[in-house]
């Protein structure tokens, strides 16, 4: 495995590579609305065998899943709304913090989190469920947003240590490495349907104001939503592998679902279309402290 000083870029290059206000990144990152993609960007991500492995060995995403999406947005929004210091450190703990996750996949292959086609594919997911989230569910972008979106998020990557050879150049050409992903990479593995289960029975989130009473009228229609963009959004292709069946009138109930949330558009508040600032403001203290992807979080590595 490669220093990390060998892949990550020096304090000096930060300011560049992070998004400055105002850019498509700033803007359309952190729409409320694109929490509905995050099982999609999830369930792309444990596919990969390595990824699938690491997470079903080292993560306690069974006992905890919504904390795998609390640090996914620390670490996120820090990098997009942080400022170039608490991006550029961010990417760095990151990083190191996945030095220690490894193993052997079933056919008894090693795998490491560091391998750099797994390692970017994380990144690559999320830009992907952005995109789609946001044709699906909020304002499409156009084909020049969409390169101008990539190459900023490609920038960020690099602050995640992401070569640039790892990820395609431009957005025209990520349908490509989606498709020979999903042809030639993406697998039913175990976490799959460990994030499968997660949607259609969520546990209850770890919020103050949320009572036991409250929770158990909110979880099924929570559980059928999530559900139903997550399977919606997959290829089919990825649903026939998965296992998992999508009707016609399932098709119909996410398109009037869909076409009300993006008909909701002009009168969303600005603060739902950008959650970002104030999401780093509630989680402040605790990443502050370190507690984003921290290892007492994981399983311990095997010897």
């Not at 797994?118 to 830009?127: D, E, G, K, P």
């Not at 989606?178 to 499968?196: I, K, P, S």
């Not at 949330?261 to 990443?287: C, D, K």
Request: hydrophobic share 45%; charged share 20%.
């Amino acid at each position: 495995m490669r220093s990390m000083s060998a892949v990550m870029p020096h304090a000096a290059e930060w300011p560049g590579l992070v998004p400055a206000p105002g850019t498509i990144t700033w803007r359309r990152a952190s729409d409320a609305r694109l929490f509905l993609a995050a099982g999609y960007a999830l369930l792309l991500q444990v596919s990969h065998p390595t990824v699938g492995a690491g997470v079903s060995e080292h993560s306690q995403f069974r006992r905890e899943p919504w904390g795998r999406l609390m640090r996914t947005l620390d670490y996120t929004y820090t990098m997009v709304y942080g400022g170039p210091q608490a991006a550029g450190e961010m990417g760095r703990r990151i990083r190191s913090f996945h030095k220690h996750i490894r193993g052997s996949l079933p056919d008894g292959r090693a795998y490491h989190a560091l391998e750099p086609g797994a390692y970017a594919w994380v990144h690559a997911t999320l830009a992907e469920a952005i995109v789609r989230a946001h044709e699906r569910f909020g304002r499409p972008f156009s084909g020049a947003q969409c390169e101008a979106f990539w190459a900023e998020w490609r920038a960020l990557g690099r602050l995640l240590g992401i070569r640039e050879r790892d990820l395609p150049a431009g957005w025209e050409g990520f349908g490509d490495y989606l498709q020979e992903m999903v042809a030639g990479t993406l697998v039913h593995t175990v976490a799959v349907d460990d994030v499968l289960a997660a949607l259609s029975r969520p546990s209850a989130p770890k919020l103050p104001a949320l009572s036991a009473p409250a929770w158990t009228l909110a979880r099924p229609p929570l559980g059928h939503v999530l559900r139903l963009a997550t399977v919606g959004l997959l290829a089919p292709v990825l649903r026939r592998r998965f296992g998992v069946s999508w009707s016609p009138a399932q098709e119909l109930q996410l398109r009037a679902f869909s076409s009300a949330l993006r008909s909701a558009t002009p009168v969303m508040p600005a603060w739902l279309q950008n959650t970002g600032a104030g999401y780093l403001r509630h989680r402040a203290p605790e990443i502050a402290r370190g507690e984003v992807a921290s290892p007492s979080r994981l399983a311990r590595t095997r010897a």
